[in-house]
Structure formats: C-alpha cells, structure tokens
C-alpha cells in the first residue's frame, strides 16, 4: 500500500489517496478517503468515506472485503482511545 495525504485540516478533516500494489509494484486498485471529524454531545463524530476502483482481478475481493477491515480498523482505534469494551 502506498498513499498521499491530500488534505489535513486540523480537528475537521483528513484525505489521502491509497494505492494497492502487488509484488511487482503494479497498481491493483486505486481510491480515495475522507474522513471528517464533528463535535458532537460532549464528543466526536466521525464520518469516513471512501471510494476505490481497479483493474486486476483480485479487486472485486479487495472491494468486498473493504468493509471489514475498515470496521476492524476502526474498533482498534476505539480501543485505543478508551480501553477495552
């Protein structure tokens, strides 16, 4: 993986490209993330939107598994911030 950040404004929004590769150092998949940040009830909401597209095969895999490793992601973080549940 491989990605650039876009835009970082502080306590409000992040974007980054990200870029799949595989071992040669060819692109599989290619997308876009935004993630917001809103004060909300004494806290943070925050709102992550992302978009891929590509062209190899293994994508559509990729794609589907986009969800759950975003989920997983973010429950760490979760964790991170406020302990174990």
Known sequence: MRG?????????????????LDAGGEKLLEGVTTVTFADEGGGTRMTLTTYAE????IVERMLDGMEAG???TLDKLAEHLHGPA
């Open 4 to 20: 650039i950040f876009q835009e970082v404004i502080q306590d409000e929004r992040l974007s980054f490209t990200n870029i799949a």
């Open 54 to 57: 590509g062209a190899a095969g």
């Open 70 to 72: 975003w989920s997983q």
